[in-house]
Structures are given as C-alpha cells and as structure tokens.
C-alpha cells in the first residue's frame, strides 16, 4: 500500500515523495511469537525531526485493537518538541491503513489517528469519495473509506487487492496534488 501511495504522490510533476518507516518498539522475540513480517530494508527509518523537511505527508498504520499501533503513537510521543512550535501546522496530511478484518479498526484507525495530526495542526485531507466507483464497490472486499485508503490483511497473509492498491496510488495523487497547491 505504502509503495503505491508513494507512486501515485511521485505520478504528480515536480513531487517527490519519499517512504520512511516509523522505529519498531517490540523485542524481536515477540516480532517473531506474533509472527509478524520482516521490515523492509529498503526503506529507512525516519526520525521525528526529518518530519520538518517535508511539504506535506501520508501516514500508514497498521491497526491493532482497532486503533494504531502502539509503534505509531510512540513515535507521535517523540514529536513533542516539535508540537511546541508548531513547526507542521498547515501542512497537510492524509491516512491510509491496514486491518485485519471488517471489525478491527477500518475507520476508528483513522479516526484515532487524526487526533495526532490535528494536535500538531496539520490539515487532515481526508479522501472522501473522490476515488468515484472504486469507493461503491460492492462484489469483492475492499478496505479503505472516506478517511483514507486501507487494506485488510486478515492474519497477515492476505496482499492488497488490484482495487486497494488503484485506491492508494489515486490516494497518493490526490493528496500530492493538494500539498503541490497548499506549498508557499
């Protein structure tokens, strides 16, 4: 999901948009008990001040309980010296999200999560119906809402479908578009 958001974002002239990945707080013993995937080692690990270089961002989540993962909010946690100067206020930001079924999180993820950006007074872009059809959707299962392109990845098996990753890669667009026209 992360990679097609990344590629609708850079589909948009003069936009380069970059993956970074929040630090893992969890043992690797535990990572392994709850059998969870290896992290990409392609994509590095962003630290909180390199928030301040960017125009604009989409946040992913993975869903736990229904709400994001502790890793996310730790990493929030870690931005309080920036929240002191509002030094991200006006910039904005969308959500996307992964789940693991129809009741663990879909739009509470996001919706939990947008009290991270409003905090920092961020401009929550939501994705609304923008995606047209893909968002009515009804023969197959597709994650994802008004909030924000989502997946579902069941006990973590399951990959996106062709219709979540065109949900991201227009989510990815939209909301670089939006940054491209919100820049000073």
Request: hydrophobic residues 40%; proline residues 5%.
């Amino acid at each position: 999901m992360a990679r097609e958001i990344q590629r609708g974002a850079n589909s948009v002239p003069d936009v380069e948009a970059t993956l970074w990945q929040i630090p893992e707080t969890l043992p690797s013993r535990i990572l392994e008990k709850m059998k969870a995937p290896e992290k990409a080692d392609d994509v590095a690990e962003i630290r909180p001040e390199q928030l301040l270089e960017a125009d604009g961002f989409i946040f992913g989540f993975p869903s736990r309980f229904g709400v994001m993962a502790a890793q996310c909010k730790a990493f929030f946690d870690a931005t309080g010296g920036i929240w002191a100067t509002q030094a991200l206020a006006g910039k904005p930001a969308g959500i996307f999200w992964s789940t693991g079924f129809h009741g663990g999180g879909q739009e509470l993820t996001a919706l939990t999560a947008i009290t991270q950006l409003a905090h920092h007074g961020m401009i929550y872009v939501p994705l609304g119906y923008t995606f047209g059809s893909g968002m009515y959707e009804m023969e197959q299962v597709k994650g994802g809402s008004p909030y924000g392109a989502g997946t579902y990845a069941a006990d973590g098996s399951r990959q996106p479908t062709q219709l979540e990753l065109d949900q991201a890669f227009h989510q990815g667009k939209y909301v670089a578009q939006i940054t491209k026209k919100l820049k000073i």
